[in-house]
C-alpha cells in the first residue's frame, strides 16, 4: 500500500476497509477474501444452474476472466509489480509450456 501512496494511486479496497471499520491491514485482508470467497460461490452458483439463459460460452469466458483477475491480484499487484511472479508464470504458460 506503501508504494501506492508514492505513485499517488487512490486507496485500494483493504484501506477503505480499514478506514470504515477501523480494522487492521491483515483483518481488513481476511475480511476481503471471504468477500471474494462468498463472489465465487454465487459465479459458480450461476453457471451450474440449468436454467440459465445466458449461452455457457459466454458465462466461461466471465469465469475465466475472473480467474486471471484473482490470480493478478490475489496476494499483491502483479500486474504493477510483474517482475515478481508473473513474468515468470507467463513464460512458462506461453514460452515453456508442457506437452503431454
Same mark, same amino acid.
Not at 453457471?47 to 458465462?59: G, Q, S, W
Not at 496476494?75 to 515453456?96: G, Q, T
Given at each position: 500500500?506503501?508504494?501506492?501512496?508514492?505513485? &499517488?494511486?487512490?486507496?485500494? &479496497?483493504?484501506?477503505?476497509?480499514?478506514?470504515?471499520? &477501523?480494522?487492521?491491514?491483515?483483518?481488513?485482508?481476511?475480511?476481503?477474501?471471504?468477500? *471474494?470467497?462468498?463472489?465465487?460461490?454465487? *459465479?459458480?452458483?450461476?453457471? @451450474?444452474?440449468?436454467?440459465?439463459? *445466458?449461452?455457457?460460452? @459466454?458465462?466461461?469466458?466471465?469465469?475465466?476472466?475472473?480467474?486471471?483477475?484473482?490470480?493478478?491480484?490475489?496476494?499483491?499487484?502483479?500486474?504493477?509489480?510483474?517482475?515478481?511472479? @508473473?513474468?515468470?508464470?507467463?513464460?512458462?504458460?506461453?514460452?515453456?509450456? *508442457?506437452?503431454?
Amino acid at each position: 500500500m506503501q508504494t501506492e501512496h508514492e505513485r &499517488g494511486d487512490t486507496a485500494s &479496497g483493504i484501506e477503505c476497509y480499514m478506514n470504515e471499520f &477501523g480494522v487492521t491491514k491483515e483483518e481488513a485482508q481476511m475480511e476481503m477474501r471471504k468477500v *471474494i470467497e462468498n463472489c465465487w460461490k454465487d *459465479i459458480n452458483q450461476e453457471y @451450474l444452474k440449468p436454467t440459465v439463459v *445466458i449461452p455457457r460460452a @459466454l458465462l466461461m469466458a466471465v469465469i475465466n476472466l475472473t480467474r486471471v483477475a484473482e490470480f493478478i491480484y490475489k496476494d499483491e499487484d502483479a500486474y504493477s509489480f510483474p517482475k515478481n511472479k @508473473l513474468k515468470d508464470i507467463i513464460s512458462m504458460v506461453l514460452i515453456d509450456p *508442457i506437452i503431454t
